[in-house]
């Protein structure tokens, strides 16, 4: 299983079963989970991109670890509604981690992700150093909230 969409994600969960999000960036992986009643994402770790076997690796270790029902990744999808590179290349990475994991992966329009997380993390004073190296993972958390408020959205109307 590849992909889905948020609402077939919605109808598939069962309860008590975590969701992680993913910000996919050239030199990391920003995580977050949810928790088992999908209401509140929490940043996690960063993962360092080396290459795609050895990222692959650790990202199902983590899965394994957290129970990961599904990935809500980031799809960074420009301002005026088109596709980039980054997009293609996104997409390509789901395609390959399709062929490694029955976890399935849904697309989220992660517009302005970064700029909330950073802007969070400036109202919390963090210094710029530590910014750096939770940026990613505080993307991630937004990401991953965009959608659990969704998937709670969803389950009022099923």
Do not use: C
């Not at 999908?38 to 770790?45: G, H, I, K, L, N």
């Not at 990222?55 to 005026?80: C, R, S, T, Y």
């Not at 062929?99 to 989220?108: L, M």
């Not at 939770?134 to 909230?145: G, K, N, P, W």
């Amino acid at each position: 299983m590849a992909t889905l969409e948020i609402e077939e994600l919605a109808q598939s969960l069962q309860p008590g079963q975590a969701v992680a999000g993913l910000d996919l960036g050239t030199k990391t992986i920003g995580l977050a989970m949810s928790d088992l009643g999908r209401r509140f994402a929490s940043p996690r770790t960063v993962i360092k991109r080396t290459k795609f076997t050895k990222d692959a690796e650790v990202l199902l270790a983590f899965a394994a670890k957290e129970k990961v029902a599904a990935f809500v990744i980031g799809l960074p999808i420009n301002m005026d509604g088109s596709s980039g590179p980054r997009v293609q290349a996104t997409r390509a990475f789901v395609r390959a981690m399709a062929e490694k994991t029955e976890i399935p992966f849904v697309y989220w329009d992660e517009r302005l992700s970064t700029v909330a997380a950073t802007r969070a993390l400036l109202e919390m004073d963090v210094s710029r150093a530590k910014r750096a190296e939770r940026i990613d993972s505080a993307a991630a958390s937004f990401i991953l909230q965009g959608a659990l408020d969704r998937l709670s959205g969803l389950a009022s109307t099923l």
